[in-house]
């Protein structure tokens, strides 16, 4: 994944609360195979509805979604990240997020920025009453800023979840960076024992 460190962009305000994965991907998008193309699916069932916040066009290219409260609850599926990353979105914005879809977020990296309630509340407002609205958000400092309505805070990320974000790294990234001790201990097994890569040795 790509490492992420500031991201900054205009945002769609979701002001409903409780939004679980079967309303951010629903159900029948789950057949597809490959891990792209589900940014049509987000939020399908409620698009239908042209009054619908994403089909508003002055929100057009926002790259971050502000929502409610309790946002990602439901299934673990992995398919409601890989859908909002699709569709263009770097940050979801809320006071609260569901333990298992934020950790697929940073897995994935899409950013869960987790404020207090009270700044989330503002922010909704803010976004509603200016779509030009500029945020930004700095993962290094773990801190939110809309200057233009004067609002900032800051949001929790540990230590190992912040330094694999800014680095760019996936569960796969976090094991090449011991490709090399890897290389080392396969090159001493025995020849009959199976190995990370094809052996010419190996049992057919």
Not at 48 to 75: C, H, K, M, W
Not at 110 to 119: I, M, N, Q
Not at 124 to 132: C, K, Q, R
Request: proline share 6%; hydrophobic share 40%.
């Amino acid at each position: 994944m790509k490492p992420v460190t500031v991201i900054t962009g205009r945002a769609v305000p979701l002001d409903r609360s409780d939004v679980d994965t079967d309303q951010i991907i629903p159900s029948d998008w789950l057949k597809r195979v490959e891990r792209t193309g589900f940014g049509a699916g987000l939020f399908s069932e409620w698009r239908d509805d042209r009054n619908f916040v994403l089909n508003e066009p002055q929100y057009a290219g926002a790259n971050i979604l502000v929502a409610g409260p309790n946002f990602g609850t439901g299934s673990s599926r992995e398919h409601a990240v890989w859908a909002l990353l699709d569709y263009g979105f770097d940050a979801v914005v809320s006071p609260r997020f569901a333990d298992i879809f934020r950790n697929n977020c940073t897995k994935q990296g899409l950013l869960p920025v987790e404020v207090d309630a009270a700044l989330g509340r503002s922010l909704l407002d803010a976004v509603v009453a200016d779509s030009s609205l500029e945020l930004t958000i700095d993962v290094a400092r773990g801190t939110i800023e809309a200057p233009a309505a004067g609002l900032e805070g800051s949001f929790p990320l540990d230590e190992f979840t912040r330094e694999r974000l800014l680095n760019g790294w996936d569960d796969i990234g976090l094991t090449l960076r011991h490709a090399e001790e890897i290389s080392v201990y396969e090159s001493r097994r025995s020849p009959w024992m199976p190995t990370a890569g094809v052996s010419s040795t190996a049992p057919r």
